[in-house]
């Protein structure tokens, strides 16, 4: 089904430009004639139906031939962050039919050890050919059943430490570029700035999913830098800038040698964490442009976008539901709430997936999101907060009981518990407290707050590493044995 979007689209766009990045770009006829001879080198690794391939790989047009010949072959995408180490991927491939591994140059060695590791190792194979097939853009024929099963894995925090699996078919994420692209109005003539990881929900979706959908041009942003980012936003005259807080804070503090042209910028929005107040006003006032808030997870894809006519007075808001999505506001007890009240939003949906713990979180077909909101009278959600305790970096949300399972591995740590802290820059960072096996003096209490710091780095991803560690002697805790993370954080 995504393949053959993708091959519509390049019959009516045809020699439009699909795809633009720092060394060159590509028309949708090539870009479509690319991902039929990367599904033909995936066929020769035993990629097909129900078999799953991971990709570690940075925003590149690697990525997006790779997904779509995984597509077209009726097999399933794992996309991972390309900054895992090896136990974070081996976690999320446990349990699925794994025939290759696609990774970048950087993240090729890790590749390797989880293949090693492996009781029947995937195949292992650098990306650096798709960029070079997509630009001669080589034809070919697609040998594979026309289906339209499930096409991703994603990973969603839960509450016992490990990733929870989300699987999402090509039917879902049809849904969710169609009622995307229909509420912003994308069409062909826009171009987006793909800076937000394509790994993740947020630049799958509203990134690479929505450019083929819509035939509009995706700019492709490898690494972010702020300076480089501004130059390519005015350069390309982007119209869709889809982001995340963090991304916007870091523009908003760039200082560049001359003012930047942004008059192309029709939407920017914001995903992944609440948009702060002060990043809101201090865009608007450089750029112009108002920062409209975007609801979504990895379990539904895009949800509600804030596109009210009223941009300031609305700014906190994550707006509307998109296309056939539903939302309700349920209390503890499971009941609608009023407009006005505060409680768990809950989500229907055609691009809502499945989940490993299907009975947990998606009772009746429904999503638990475990986030906390309130709609106003006119169906406008804010979010006020969650009720589970992620940490939600500028680099992706971090489930603290992970960290608290990598720490414990430690025969010095008695007991951790991590938390959201606030960094000088009011974003939230990872916090642990760790009660060490006895008595310690100052210096060991240095160093062993030194050692966690190594001891996760060397396990975990630079974002879920500890930027702050503190020894207590004692973890506090409620008269009924809750910890109290309120006096932690």
């Not at 997006?64 to 081996?90: C, H, T």
């Not at 209390?331 to 006005?340: Q, R, S, T, Y």
Request: proline content about 7%; hydrophobic content about 45%.
């Amino acid at each position: 089904m995504l393949f053959h979007l993708l091959e519509s689209i390049a019959v009516r766009r045809g020699s439009q430009t699909a795809l633009r990045w720092r060394d060159g770009s590509i028309a949708y006829d090539r870009l479509a004639g690319a991902v039929r001879a990367r599904a033909e080198v995936l066929a020769g690794h035993g990629v097909g139906p129900h078999r799953a391939v991971a990709l570690l790989l940075p925003n590149s047009p690697d990525f997006v031939i790779d997904f779509f010949a995984i597509a077209a072959r009726g097999a399933v995408a794992i996309p991972l962050n390309p900054q895992f180490k090896p136990d974070e991927v081996s976690a999320c491939l446990a349990g699925c039919d794994v025939a290759a591994i696609v990774a970048s140059e950087t993240a090729l060695p890790v590749a390797r050890e989880v293949a090693d590791r492996s009781a029947t190792p995937p195949a292992v194979f650098v990306s650096s050919g798709a960029s070079g097939v997509a630009a001669r853009g080589t034809p070919g024929e697609v040998a594979a059943p026309r289906v339209a099963g499930d096409v991703l894995h994603g990973f969603s925090s839960g509450s016992t430490g490990t990733p929870n699996r989300v699987v999402r078919t090509q039917v879902n994420l049809a849904h969710e570029a169609d009622h995307f692209t229909a509420a912003i109005g994308l069409g062909p003539e826009d171009v987006i700035f793909g800076a937000v990881p394509f790994h993740h929900a947020h630049g799958l979706g509203n990134c690479v999913l929505a450019a083929v959908r819509s035939g509009a041009t995706l700019v492709i942003d490898e690494v972010f830098e702020p300076r480089r980012a501004l130059t390519t936003i005015e350069r390309e005259s982007v119209t869709v800038f889809p982001g995340v807080p963090f991304i916007f804070r870091m523009l908003v503090e760039t200082r560049p040698d001359r003012s930047v042209d942004m008059s192309a910028l029709r939407l920017c929005f914001s995903a992944g964490a609440a948009l702060p107040l002060e990043v809101f006003e201090a865009f608007d006032k450089r750029f112009g442009k108002p920062i409209r808030q975007l609801y979504g997870c990895t379990e539904a894809g895009s949800v509600t976008i804030n596109l009210d006519p009223d941009a300031t007075g609305t700014s906190g808001s994550v707006g509307r539901p998109m296309g056939e999505v539903k939302l309700a506001v349920l209390d503890e007890a499971g009941a609608p709430l009023p407009p006005g009240g505060v409680g768990e939003i809950v989500i229907e949906s055609p691009a809502l997936g499945r989940s490993d713990v299907q009975g947990e979180n998606f009772p009746a077909g429904r999503f638990y999101s475990g986030d906390l909101g309130v709609l106003d009278g006119g169906g406008q959600l804010t979010l006020t907060g969650r009720k589970k305790l992620f940490v939600s970096t500028a680099a992706g949300k971090v489930d603290p009981v992970e960290v608290e399972c990598c720490i414990a591995e430690r025969s010095d740590v008695d007991e951790v518990v991590v938390v959201a802290a606030e960094s000088p820059a009011g974003d939230e960072i990872v916090k642990a407290v760790v009660v060490p096996h006895g008595r310690l003096d100052e210096d060991a209490r240095a160093t062993l707050r030194r050692a966690v710091v190594v001891h996760c780095r060397e396990r975990l991803v630079a974002y879920k590493v500890p930027r702050r560690v503190e020894i207590r002697a004692e973890i506090p805790r409620s008269p009924l044995g809750k910890v109290l993370r309120k006096y932690l954080a």
